[in-house]
């Protein structure tokens, strides 16, 4: 679970004053055999959105990554389904905790198969997974998307989304 928000205030106005303009949290959900759980995905959500709420009120933009981790062997529509119930919540939270929506840099994670799937899916289906994700969710419309996933080479990521 994402933590650390203790003195963030403080931090935040201090890395204001020294010129900071953004900054970068990240929560990472793990797909495995009965996780993620409710009170992960809630509890990450919850701590992000928070994040988000001290970062602007100090006059930084926040960007917020729920990412889910493509490590394991699930297949590109459990991705799709974790991802898309980690970015709903997330979209509450931030609602919640009061944080514009307009004001923030989202960085979610693209779809995709885990990488001991013995059924990779292709750069198409990544790219449409990924693309359907994102548009189930309204709120999303209004923040900023950033999809790099470091964890996929910049020539891989251009191959998934030169397909949209």
Same mark, same amino acid.
């Given at each position: 679970?994402?933590e650390?928000?203790?003195?963030?205030?403080a931090r935040?106005?201090?890395y204001?004053?020294?010129?900071?303009?953004?900054?970068?949290?990240? &929560?990472? %959900?793990?797909i495995?055999? *009965?996780?993620?759980?409710?009170?992960a995905i809630?509890?990450?959500?919850?701590?992000?959105?928070?994040? &988000?709420a001290?970062?602007?009120?100090?006059?930084i933009? $926040?960007?917020?990554? =729920?990412?889910?981790?493509m490590?394991?062997d699930?297949?590109?529509?459990?991705?799709?389904?974790?991802? !898309?119930?980690?970015?709903?919540?997330?979209?509450?939270? +931030?609602?919640?905790?009061?944080?514009?929506?307009?004001?923030?840099?989202?960085? $979610?994670?693209?779809? %995709?198969?885990?990488?001991?799937?013995?059924?990779? &899916?292709?750069?198409?289906e990544v790219? !449409?997974?990924?693309l359907?994700?994102? !548009?189930?969710?309204?709120?999303?419309?209004?923040? *900023?998307?950033?999809? $790099? +996933? =470091?964890?996929?080479? $910049?020539?891989?990521?251009?191959?998934? %989304?030169?397909?949209?």
């Amino acid at each position: 679970m994402t933590e650390g928000l203790d003195g963030l205030s403080a931090r935040v106005a201090e890395y204001a004053k020294i010129g900071a303009q953004f900054a970068k949290w990240r &929560a990472v %959900i793990d797909i495995g055999k *009965g996780i993620p759980s409710h009170n992960a995905i809630h509890a990450n959500a919850h701590a992000l959105a928070r994040y &988000a709420a001290i970062c602007q009120a100090g006059g930084i933009v $926040p960007m917020i990554e =729920p990412e889910v981790l493509m490590d394991g062997d699930h297949d590109i529509d459990r991705c799709a389904e974790v991802s !898309e119930w980690a970015l709903k919540e997330q979209f509450q939270e +931030l609602y919640y905790a009061g944080v514009q929506l307009e004001g923030i840099i989202l960085k $979610p994670n693209m779809v %995709i198969s885990g990488k001991k799937c013995a059924k990779q &899916a292709g750069r198409e289906e990544v790219a !449409e997974k990924t693309l359907k994700v994102l !548009e189930a969710l309204r709120a999303c419309r209004r923040a *900023g998307h950033r999809l $790099p +996933l =470091p964890a996929v080479s $910049p020539a891989k990521m251009q191959q998934h %989304i030169s397909t949209t």
